[in-house]
C-alpha cells in the first residue's frame, strides 16, 4: 500500500493491489455522481465526442507505424445491462479481470508492447451519492511499452478525466 498512499480506497480490497503490484504507471482520477458502479462505466464507455473519436483515428495510424494491434473503435452507447461483472466478460477491447457489485470493476487491455487496466472502485456516500475512483494501471511488455505510453500520456490523462465526467453526469 506504501506505493499508493493516495488511494486510501485500496485498503478495503487487497485483491485489487495484488493486480496492480507492480506496475511502470498508475494514476487515479476521484469523481462524484448519482450514478452507482454500473451505469457510471457505462456512461464512461458511452463517451465519444469527435475530439476523442479524432484520437483514435491518430492512434490507429500510431499503431501501423509501431506494429501494434489495433482494437476495435465501437462507440456505441451503453447501458449498465451491457457492463459485464463476470470475470472474462468483454467490453469493447477489454477483458473483465476483477468485479463486485457496486464496489469494483477491473478491465484490461493486452497487447505485444504493454498491459493496460482500466478500473473503477466505488464507494457509497450519504444522500444516495458515490465516489468513483477510475484508475489506469500500466505494465510495459517490450521496449515499445514506454515508448507507446509516452506518447499517449497526455492525451490519456485529458480521455480518462473526460471519461470519468461523463460517467459522472
Do not use: C
Not at 506496475?23 to 463517451?47: C, G
Request: glycine fraction near 4%.
Amino acid at each position: 500500500m506504501a506505493a499508493y498512499p493516495h488511494w486510501p480506497i485500496l485498503v478495503r480490497y487487497p485483491q485489487i493491489l495484488e493486480l496492480i503490484h507492480p506496475v511502470d504507471h498508475a494514476d487515479i482520477k476521484i469523481v462524484e455522481s448519482t450514478k452507482p458502479l454500473r451505469p457510471f462505466v457505462a456512461a464512461m464507455f458511452s463517451y465519444s465526442p469527435a475530439w476523442v473519436r479524432m484520437l483514435f483515428a491518430v492512434r490507429i495510424v500510431l499503431a501501423w507505424l509501431m506494429r501494434l494491434e489495433n482494437p476495435s473503435g465501437d462507440r456505441r452507447a451503453l447501458t449498465a445491462e451491457d457492463v459485464p461483472m463476470q470475470v472474462n466478460g468483454r467490453l469493447r477491447f477489454f477483458s473483465v479481470v476483477l468485479a463486485k457489485a457496486n464496489e469494483y470493476w477491473l478491465a484490461e487491455a493486452a497487447d505485444g508492447h504493454l498491459r493496460g487496466i482500466l478500473g473503477v472502485a466505488s464507494e457509497p456516500l450519504p444522500q444516495g451519492r458515490w465516489r468513483h475512483h477510475v484508475m489506469t494501471l500500466v505494465s510495459y511488455r517490450d521496449q515499445r511499452g514506454p515508448i507507446y505510453f509516452n506518447l499517449i500520456r497526455p492525451f490519456h490523462h485529458l480521455l480518462v478525466w473526460a471519461m470519468a465526467r461523463a460517467g459522472a453526469r
